[in-house]
């Protein structure tokens, strides 16, 4: 049985976080030193081709950002789950921020740590993390704090798309939906799509 077959009232709640389903990517960025900083997340959505990120105000991702704009917009599939766990309580910056203190630990080599590896860019300087199926190589072009002032807003322009070539349909730029699937979180769970319901009268790669 459907939840949505069930008929009964709502009730009032507060969660404490609302990730309702969004996908996961791992944004590979430049630190002072020339080395590359990794970090997940998953407050990403596109426009065109520019990509509004979420980051924490405090995250060596925004830090580096601020001062060197590229990047690059890795998305996971569901089966490197794993790994992006492992990065989940790393962090780039030394000393720790406060907020994250007890529950994050320093970490300068993630890629090692979450046991990815970095292949280069054509565009940009940071990585590229190998075994990502698809990977957006960007650049930052503003940066600036959200309304409440915990969280940076990031519009970063795709410079370059990389496909694993089976995901493409063949003789074209598309990639095939029913052969790509996100990583998506889930209010802090992990998940993969399940199979096609429709699709929009706008797709350009319908099926019968």
Not at 30 to 39: I, V
Not at 83 to 92: N, Y
Not at 183 to 202: C, M, P, V
């Amino acid at each position: 049985m459907n939840i949505t077959d069930v008929a009964t009232d709502h009730v009032t709640i507060t969660p404490s976080i609302l990730y309702f389903g969004t996908p996961v990517v791992l944004l590979s960025t430049e630190n002072e030193d020339g080395s590359a900083n990794l970090a997940p997340m998953s407050s990403a959505w596109a426009l065109g081709q520019v990509v509004v990120l979420g980051l924490g105000a405090e995250g060596q991702t925004g830090h580096n950002l601020a001062v060197r704009p590229d990047l690059v917009i890795n998305l996971p599939e569901p089966g490197q789950w794993a790994a992006v766990e492992r990065l989940a309580p790393l962090t780039g910056r030394n000393p720790v921020p406060e907020h994250k203190q007890g529950a994050f630990r320093f970490e300068p080599g993630k890629f090692a740590a979450a046991g990815l590896r970095a292949e280069p860019s054509d565009l940009v300087r940071p990585p590229r993390v190998a075994g990502c199926p698809i990977q957006l190589e960007s650049r930052a072009v503003r940066v600036r704090p959200n309304v409440s002032g915990d969280f940076l807003i990031v519009e970063a322009r795709v410079l370059r798309v990389h496909a694993d070539p089976r995901l493409v349909v063949p003789g074209t730029q598309h990639i095939d939906p029913a052969l790509w699937s996100p990583l998506i979180y889930n209010f802090r769970h992990y998940f993969g799509l399940g199979a096609e319901l429709g699709h929009s009268f706008r797709s350009q790669t319908p099926r019968r």
